[in-house]
Every structure is written in structure tokens, then in C-alpha cells.
């Protein structure tokens, strides 16, 4: 079994992952709860509404059995999660007007008996990897549908409950498990955040003038239902901006399909439109073939838009709230880490401010002129003057060569310079954001000086570190 490859994929705390030679990996949440259909999907029957830990607990308890080997019921419970976030993020029964996440049928879904006991195995394993699923490596796709069935009464194309005992009898791992089963171009993303899946209706319509992520996901979503419906107009372009393009295809959209013609993506537009794409694209597991996710991550490659959860998002809302104590006309902002709607007010009114495009769209120009406002502000301080708290990682590492506008090397260098006044052996380096020749000199000494490899990059531990050092000198005072 040595030659099997058991790689495993992180998931950042903004729900990314890389895959294998791929790019970054779509926006994912486990949500805090889940709605179960008590019954087949067009069965009379009651919905309940649970905490998603419990409800993975309840079906590792309902389909396996507590005296399994270790690593067939952590297999079998990675299967469980991945069912069910398949399902939950691609809205499988709301898109098609259901009022629920998944059914307790395992014609359908997996078996959920509700009110019943955990065995204490499922308990605990299901405590340390329920924020995990499995993915295809090379394809930017959303969890696996891992079908399952027990393998003596009943057979299916995915695992054997009863063969996977076997397997982890023999010494196999629980991924060697799902490899044996479901190919050996498969992960398990692990640390995923939990709060939320970022493909749900947003709550409220989505109207002329918004700009989010999700707006982007329709209009990728919308082009493609095109293709089987020409008489809907191609939307451009595609910027996660909705104007009147986005309009005009969504009334098409709706008056084909028998909606309200209002050109408002309202509840109603939003399921119906998640069923026809579902329909044309025939698919429960997105595919590279018929995914949109992959241009979804190649379109914010170079922007942020709302509903955005990349750790740049906290150094955006921090630039932003620094600027708004100096110019009146920009609201404060809450450091959330979410591309919030209060996020996107102030970028609207900074946008405004500087005769930018009014699109909410923090793009190339709005980083520029935003950076330059902050460089602005921070030269006509001393360094001793600057409150700057410590902030996440920004998810790249900062090193040599950069471009100059890249926001995180303002935030190292102004670190550095307030810990050189404390730590002589630490050389002090002038805020340009360019990272430099100093900047590699004082990144160099801070490394030597507390015991991590010294590379003259900043990577998250030296980040993490630095900030840590920061905080500790700042407050310490």
C-alpha cells in the first residue's frame, strides 16, 4: 500500500484550498445547522432542523457500527460529510422547491433516525473531522458525492460499508479507504470553516447597482443556461456587477420560465435558476466539464467583491476604517474578515470620493488609489504615532521582487520599524511599501533573532510571529 498517495488538502480559515497543480479552491462553509426531510423527497412527512454535527453524528450511528475498526468509520463518516455538503451546497432540494437540505431516505440521501442515541466511537471521531470532506484532485469541484451502500444486501458504484471493514482490517488508512473505492485522484479537505456554505439565497434581492460573488456565480450561471435557451441574452460582461446586461437577462429569464418579469433576483429567480442550471448541466457533482467554480475563482483572481472571505478582506477593512478617520465622507468599518455589506457601503463612498467607477468592485484602481491613500495618511505620522493591530496573515508570502502596491508589505514594514525600537538587533525599515533590500535585512535579523529559519521571506509563521511581537510590545506599555 506504500505506493498509494494519501495527500491531504488544507482548507485557510476563509474556506480555500489548493488543488494539486490547480489554482485556489471555491468559497466553502460547513453550516451551523441542517434541515432533514423525515421521508422521500415528495413524501408527506415532518422536517427537522439540526445542529450539522449532530446530524452527522445520528447517521455514523444509524448506518455503522460502533465495534468497526478506527479507520472505517473515520472513512465512512468522511463519506457522510461529503454526501451531505454535496447536497447542502448545491441546493440539490431547494433548487427544486423543496423546503429542506436532505431526506433520511437512503434510496436518496442516508439513513437519519431522529431522536435516537450516538454510540461513542461516531461521538468522538465525528468531533475531530466533521469540517472535512472529500474533492477530486485537479478539479475545482465542491464536495464529492461519495454514494455508499453496505455491499452484501445492497450494491452500489461508491463504497462498501462491510468491504471498507475489510480494507481497514488489513492496515488500510481511512483515505487509502476512499481511494480503494472512489479512484486515487481524491483529497480530503480538512479545517474548513464553519458558519454558512456561501451558495444559499443571500437573503435579500439582488437588484440593479449590487455587486457581489454571488452576482458573479448568476451571471456565470445564467450564460451557460443561455447556451440551451438563446433567447436569453448573453450577459457582459461578467464582473460580478450587475447592471444592465444582468437586468435584461434575467427578465428574459423570468419570462421564459413563468416568473414575475421584474429583472430582481428574488427568492423565487434564485431557486428556479439554480434548478435550471442543475437541469441543463445534468450534474450532482460539479465537474471541470460543467462547473462554473473554476471561472468563479479565475474571475476574483485580481478583485474582491461582496460575499468575499480571503484573509485580504481583513487588511481591506482595516485600510478602509483608517481612512475613514481622515475623511468624513468614508463610514467606519467593522474588521469582520467578511466582504460584508458594510463593507461595501465604504468602498461605494470611497469610490465616489475619488471619481472611481461606483461599483463596490475593489479592483486594480480602487487598490491603488486605496494604498495610496493609507501610504498618504501614514507619512505624515511618526511611526510611535500609527496604532496598527495585528492582523491575519494575508494568504501569500511576502518576499523579494513583489509589486509595490501589495498591501501587506506596508503592514511588515511598520511591524518591524516599532519592534526595532525595542530590539536594537532588529534594523529599522523605512515604510515604502516596496518590499526591499532593508526590508530583507530587518525580515533576516527578526527571523534570526527568534529562532525561525531566516529566509528574508515572510511567510505566515514568521507573520504570525511578528505580529505576536508586535501586540506584545504595543500593549505592553
Known amino acids: 500500500m506504500s505506493e498509494i498517495n494519501t495527500s491531504i488538502v488544507n482548507v485557510d480559515d476563509d474556506g480555500q484550498f489548493a488543488i494539486p497543480g490547480g489554482p485556489p479552491a471555491v468559497f466553502v462553509r460547513i453550516p451551523n445547522d ?42 465512512n463518516i468522511h463519506a457522510i460529510v461529503s454526501v451531505t455538503m454535496n447536497r447542502i451546497f448545491n441546493e440539490w432540494y431547494r433548487s427544486k422547491g423543496y423546503n429542506f437540505d436532505i431526506t433520511n431516505s437512503t434510496q436518496y440521501d442516508q439513513a437519519y433516525v ?19 470532506y472529500i474533492i477530486r484532485n485537479n478539479q475545482l469541484t465542491p464536495p464529492l458525492f461519495a454514494q455508499f451502500c453496505d455491499g452484501r ?25 476512499l481511494k480503494y473505492y472512489y479512484g486515487r485522484d481524491i483529497s480530503i479537505a480538512t479545517d474548513v470553516p464553519v458558519g454558512g456554505t456561501g451558495n444559499i439565497y443571500p437573503g435579500e434581492p439582488i437588484k440593479l447597482g449590487d455587486s457581489s460573488i454571488d452576482i458573479l456565480t448568476i451571471q456565470l450561471a445564467m450564460n451557460r443556461v443561455a447556451k440551451n435557451y438563446p433567447a436569453i441574452p448573453r450577459i457582459r460582461p461578467v464582473n460580478g456587477f450587475f447592471g444592465e446586461s444582468t437586468e435584461t437577462a434575467i427578465k428574459e429569464f423570468q419570462r421564459i420560465f413563468g416568473l414575475p418579469v421584474t429583472g430582481v433576483i428574488d427568492q423565487g429567480t434564485w431557486y428556479k435558476g ?31 467583491l461582496q460575499g468575499d472571505i480571503r484573509p485580504i478582506v481583513d487588511l481591506l477593512q482595516y485600510y478602509l476604517d483608517v481612512i475613514s478617520l481622515y475623511g468624513g465622507y468614508i463610514p467606519r468599518v467593522n474588521r469582520t474578515g467578511i466582504f460584508d455589506a458594510q463593507t461595501r457601503n465604504a468602498v461605494l463612498e470611497f469610490q465616489k470620493l475619488f471619481n472611481l467607477p461606483v461599483t463596490g468592485i475593489v479592483d486594480d484602481d480602487t487598490w491603488d488609489r486605496i494604498f495610496r491613500s493609507i501610504l ?39 511591524m518591524l520599524s516599532y519592534i526595532a525600537l525595542t530590539i536594537p ?47 506584545e510590545l504595543r500593549f505592553s506599555e
Open 153 to 177: 444486501v445492497s450494491q452500489c458504484s461508491g463504497m462498501y460499508q462491510w468491504g471498507s471493514l475489510e480494507l481497514a482490517q488489513e492496515g488500510f488508512t481511512p483515505l487509502e479507504i
Open 274 to 304: 439554480r434548478y435550471i442550471f442543475n437541469a441543463v448541466t445534468r450534474h450532482s457533482e460539479l465537474t471541470v466539464e460543467n462547473s462554473i467554480f473554476r471561472e468563479v475563482v479565475e474571475h476574483t483572481q485580481d478583485i474582491l
Open 425 to 471: 538587533a532588529i534594523p529599522y525599515a523605512e515604510a515604502t511599501g516596496t518590499f526591499d533590500e532593508n526590508t530583507i535585512n530587518a525580515v533576516i535579523a527578526f527571523q534570526q533573532t527568534f529562532g525561525l529559519e531566516p529566509t528574508g521571506k515572510v511567510d505566515e509563521m514568521t507573520w504570525n510571529e511578528m505580529s505576536a511581537i508586535y501586540k
Open 376 to 414: 498618504g495618511i501614514f507619512n505624515t505620522l511618526k511611526p510611535e504615532e500609527i496604532f496598527l493591530p495585528p492582523l491575519r496573515y494575508p494568504g501569500i508570502v511576502l518576499q523579494k521582487g513583489q509589486r509595490e502596491d501589495n498591501p501587506g508589505v506596508f503592514i511588515v514594514q511598520e
Open 34 to 75: 441542517i434541515t432533514v426531510h423525515l421521508g422521500q423527497p415528495d413524501e408527506e412527512a415532518a422536517n427537522v432542523t439540526v445542529p450539522f454535527i449532530d446530524y452527522i453524528k445520528n447517521v455514523a450511528s444509524s448506518e455503522l457500527y460502533p465495534t468497526w475498526h478506527e479507520n472505517a468509520i473515520t472513512a
Open 114 to 132: 431522529h431522536g435516537r442515541g450516538i454510540y461513542e466511537p461516531m461521538n468522538v471521531i465525528t468531533d475531530k473531522i466533521f469540517n472535512q
